[in-house]
């Protein structure tokens, strides 16, 4: 009985990770600009990647109380990816977008751009230069 309520939640984090990941997949195609792109590559992968992960874990941690030593190793292994993806992710699209402003690549249908005027750190050096 309890192996099969683990099955469930085991098949439903694997559904809803599956649902987020395709969701990205779909804001790829679909969002007009880059920075809404990557808000939906990098959000959503980063939720769906939790859910997955969470199978995984909770796959491993029943084979690991079933007996099976490679259960603890499947939960180790994934929980150190997981910490990877939840600090590289968000990351990556924070440097991607930022390099895309100073590109000078505009978010479609802005209406005011905060960071446009904003001094750069080679400007301010180049004004405190000429002082």
Same mark, same amino acid.
């Given at each position: 009985m309890l192996n099969q309520l683990i099955d469930i939640v085991i098949y439903i984090l694997l559904a809803i990770g599956v649902f987020f990941n395709i969701l990205a997949g779909i804001g790829l195609l679909r969002f007009p600009d880059v920075y809404t792109r990557l808000h939906a590559g990098t959000k959503c992968t980063t939720f769906g990647s939790i859910f997955l992960c969470g199978s995984v874990i909770?796959?491993?941690?029943?084979?690991?109380?079933?007996? =099976?030593?490679?259960? !603890?190793?499947?939960?180790?292994?994934?929980?150190?990816?997981?910490v990877a993806i939840l600090l590289t992710n968000p990351t990556g699209a924070h440097a991607l977008a930022r390099?895309?402003?100073? !590109?000078?690549?505009?978010?479609?249908?802005?209406?005011?751009?905060?960071?446009? =005027?904003?001094?750069?750190?080679? !400007?301010? =050096?180049?004004?405190?230069a000429k002082k």
């Open positions: 909770l796959y491993g941690l029943r084979m690991w109380i079933l007996g =099976n030593v490679d259960g !603890s190793i499947w939960v180790i292994h994934t929980g150190i990816a997981l390099a895309a402003h100073r !590109s000078g690549v505009k978010p479609v249908g802005a209406v005011i751009d905060e960071l446009e =005027n904003k001094p750069t750190k080679k !400007s301010a =050096n180049k004004m405190e």
